[in-house]
Nanobody, 123 residues
Framework: EVRLVESGGGLVQPGGSLRLSCATSGFAFADRAIGWFRQAPGRGREAVSCISSNLLTTYYTGPVKGRFTSSRDNAKNEVYLQMNSLKPEDTAVYYC????????????????WGQGTQVTVSS
């Protein structure tokens, strides 16, 4: 059974930091691209970042560039999203997902999803 389980969300003040983790099992983690997506209230799901299976390609959506960093540990089957300088507009449910490709233009063909973790940025 494919499983992706996010953790690390919570309430943080503007300017603060959070580190999301995603523990995975049930598939060949090292062979798949991994991505982070988010969905804010009343909005569609958007791609935040992705990282290729060989760690050579990463993608970040414009509003998070320079503030968010994605990494993966292929030995632990885990992926992380370090979020710094958080803003209220980063408030959303964050999902990790596994897929086929991470390209410089974004994730492609992602089909396995976690349940999400809530991130709220508010004073």
């Amino acid at each position: 059974e494919v499983r992706l389980v996010e953790s690390g969300g919570g309430l943080v003040q503007p300017g603060g930091s959070l580190r999301l983790s995603c523990a995975t099992s049930g598939f060949a983690f090292a062979d798949r691209a991994i991505g982070w997506f988010r969905q804010a209230p009343g909005r569609g799901r958007e791609a935040v970042s992705c990282i290729s299976s060989n760690l050579l390609t990463t993608y970040y959506t414009g509003p998070v560039k320079g503030r968010f960093t994605s990494s993966r540990d292929n030995a632990k089957n885990e992926v992380y999203l370090q979020m710094n300088s958080l803003k209220p507009e980063d408030t959303a449910v964050y999902y990790c997902a596994a897929g086929t490709w991470c390209t410089p233009a974004g994730p492609v063909d992602f089909d396995s999803w976690g349940q999400g973790t809530q991130v709220t940025v508010s004073s």
